[in-house]
């Protein structure tokens, strides 16, 4: 393909045709616009559906206003973290530093919003003119006694999964200091699941259907005492390993907590996730409770996709996402209602996540790695897809040339996890390929 940059070729692969193996985990090359988000936004992400905590950006407004609210994660308790408290820096405090500004800043907002901890993130600026975040942290962790957390995630670090171990290295300063909870039987803890329109409370009432106890959740609908709790738990299931396979790693080092890896999307997914939980405990009753449980929500599920089915057989799909492991679990759903998945690709794959992808998808699938617009517009009107999957970056790409779009990041407000999910995707993917307002466009 002629606008595809000539040093991100091994980027991007075609099953069945392409010589090379797929190149992955590499910074983004200069000037190719790339999708990814900066470090900053990377942390910000992980660490903001903790409700109960102070969230204060130490950075220009920009920053602040970039992140605000952009998670559709619901809490059902406090919603202290849908506020965003920023320093503002201006030029004044880049000539004469930011500390002072932190300090008030701190010290003000936690003796109004009484928050359980607070997290303070590092910008790009503060990095650069070198302010002292983590002293600043520090004294004003003992003035007001709780656990102030600074997150260094200045944005031209890295990329965001260098954003995500940033999040990591700040739970990690809060995971394993309450030593006097004591765990229920068959304990867990979510990682990775964010609460995207409530879904983990339906996750929550499928494990306690079979018998699981769930500590915390890091991090939806979080909890600052939960996540000090969570060293008790007999295993950690990852959701998005993504962003939180640092800490399960963490974890299973320091206390010795062995972690899976699992999606909640789609029905063989989601029925996985529940056995694999069933068989690290060994109880036979609660795998049986998994098996009936998977089996009810089958026997109603599978009647109500038919109809979607009939309607989508045959159409075409396009998926880009964040993280490959969400985006094999997408092409598994989409087979189930008809569709075949024409090109794949995520922001933060590895090379496991893409042999899988390869042995999924059928020859001719088009298969990139931190992708652009212009390629990813070239890539869909080559295949001629019908239903583009991403978030609220590639949702224009898809308007703009006439195609169905289906939102499946952290932006919506619709549930898509478990069985009830799997309808939902069902519903809003039929809607937006049928929609009669694709008439009107030329494609």
């Known amino acids: 393909m002629e606008r595809i940059i000539k040093e991100r070729s091994t980027q991007v692969h075609t099953i069945g045709t392409s010589a090379h193996d797929l190149d992955c985990e590499k910074k983004s090359l200069a000037g190719s616009v790339s999708q990814r988000a900066c470090v900053f936004c990377g942390s910000r992400v992980v660490l903001y559906p903790i409700a109960d905590a102070l969230h204060l950006i130490h950075g220009p407004i920009g920053c602040a206003a970039y992140t605000w609210d952009i998670r559709g994660a619901l809490s059902s308790g406090p919603q202290l973290h849908r506020l965003s408290f920023s320093t503002d820096l201006r030029e004044r405090d880049v000539v004469f530093g930011g500390e002072p500004k932190l300090y008030t800043a701190l010290t003000e907002l936690i003796e109004a919003y009484k928050p359980k901890a607070a997290f303070v993130y590092s910008t790009c600026i503060v990095g650069v003119i070198g302010d002292d975040v983590e002293a600043v942290c520090r004294k004003v962790a003992a003035e007001q006694k709780i656990d102030v957390l600074p997150v260094m995630a200045e944005g031209f670090k890295g990329t965001k999964k260098d954003g995500y171990k940033a999040a990591c290295d700040a739970l990690s300063k809060l995971v394993g200091t309450d030593n006097n909870f004591q765990a229920p039987p068959f304990s867990i803890n979510i990682l990775g699941d964010f609460n995207l329109a409530g879904e983990l409370w339906m996750l929550k009432e499928y494990y306690e259907k079979i018998g699981v106890n769930i500590i915390t959740c890091l991090t939806g609908d979080g909890r600052i005492d939960e996540i000090r709790q969570a060293h008790k738990a007999s295993i950690n299931v990852v959701q998005c390993s993504g962003s939180m396979m640092h800490l399960a790693k963490e974890m299973e080092e320091k206390y010795d907590i062995p972690f899976i890896k699992v999606s909640y999307f789609g029905i063989e997914d989601m029925a996985d996730a529940l056995y694999e939980v069933a068989g690290f405990f060994k109880n036979e009753e609660m795998l049986q409770k998994a098996k009936e449980l998977v089996s009810e929500e089958i026997k109603t599920l599978l009647p109500a996709l038919e109809p979607f089915k009939e309607k989508l057989q045959g159409k075409k799909a396009a998926i880009y996402v964040g993280g490959a492991f969400k ?36 020859k001719e699938t088009i298969i990139v790695d931190d992708s652009n617009p212009n390629e990813l517009s070239e890539f869909v009107k080559e295949k001629g897809v019908d239903l583009f999957i991403g978030g609220v970056k590639e949702r224009p790409i898809a308007y703009k040339l006439g195609i169905g779009f289906c939102d499946h990041n952290h932006e919506r407000k619709e549930a898509l996890a478990g069985f009830e999910g799997m309808l939902n995707f069902a519903n809003e993917v039929y809607a937006s390929v049928t929609s009669p307002v694709w008439k009107f466009f030329k494609r």
Do not use: E, F, H, P
């Open 327 to 362: 985006a094999i679990s997408l092409v598994k759903a989409l087979r189930l209602i008809g569709m075949k998945t024409v090109m794949v690709g995520s922001q933060t794959g590895n090379k496991d996540d893409y042999n899988l992808l390869q042995k999924l998808c059928d």
